[in-house]
């Protein structure tokens, strides 16, 4: 089974970061009852002093190099991955798509009725190069912007209800799309480092709300230990 990371700069992450994505795979070694490959066509941290994903300084020393590929960027949200997605998984054959997206298109592109659009674009691009891929998908998680401006936060939680229905629509036997919940412990006082980015906390919780919402409902794995 091929997993692909998908989603924006908490996602790729920055130099020095552990990233949610090594806490996922910690859970799969530790969980997965069977092969498993991470796949994507990116590999890097976004370094900030050089404007572009092109560090390899993650943390933790025993994150494997195939382990690090995703399919994720520092401002990118589904407006910018809708069109990527099929060749990404055409080209890595992805089974299994976990994405986190939204808050960049909410916050600079897109309002939430046409970054709805753009999911359901996504979609349709992934099942053209997979007709039997599965997605879970994150709704947009705290945000310290969301705390402290009403009319985005309204944009935000509007946002998340046309997630729950696109995903409800869209849903198949064929190709199942499965919402996760927003870890009801997650705060950016804590989870963060900067109110939006994850700290150590804040990864673990990420990679909990995937991996519980994979044994969930289609029995992948276990429940995360946090």
């Given at each position: 089974m091929r997993f692909l990371f998908v989603g924006d700069s908490m996602t790729i992450g920055c130099p020095g970061d552990f990233t949610w994505r090594y806490r996922m795979w910690r859970h799969l070694e530790a969980s997965f009852g069977g092969p498993y490959e991470i796949v994507g066509p990116r590999d890097a941290l976004y370094d900030p002093a050089a404007g572009a994903p092109v560090s390899h300084a993650y943390a933790a020393p025993d994150f494997p190099v195939a382990a690090r590929r995703h399919l994720a960027g520092w401002g990118e949200g589904w407006l910018h991955m809708a069109p990527l997605i099929g060749p990404a998984v055409a080209e890595s054959r992805a089974d299994v798509l976990l994405v986190s997206l939204g808050l960049i298109d909410l916050g600079f592109y897109t309002d939430a009725e046409q970054t709805a659009a753009n999911v359901?674009?996504?979609?349709?691009?992934?099942?053209?190069a997979n007709p039997r891929v599965r997605m879970v998908c994150l709704p947009v998680i705290p945000n310290v912007r969301a705390e402290t401006d009403a009319p985005f936060a309204a944009e935000v939680n509007r946002f998340n209800?046309?997630?729950?229905?696109?995903?409800?629509?869209?849903?198949?036997?064929?190709s199942p799309l499965l919402l996760a919940s927003v870890p009801a412990s997650y705060d950016i006082h804590r989870d963060t480092y900067d109110g939006t980015h994850p700290g150590v906390g804040g990864e673990h919780k990420l990679a909990a709300a995937f991996a519980d919402a994979l044994h969930g409902a289609w029995e992948l794995g276990t429940r995360y230990a946090l």
């Open positions: 359901r674009a996504f979609v349709e691009g992934a099942r053209a209800e046309l997630l729950a229905k696109a995903v409800a629509d869209l849903d198949s036997a064929a």
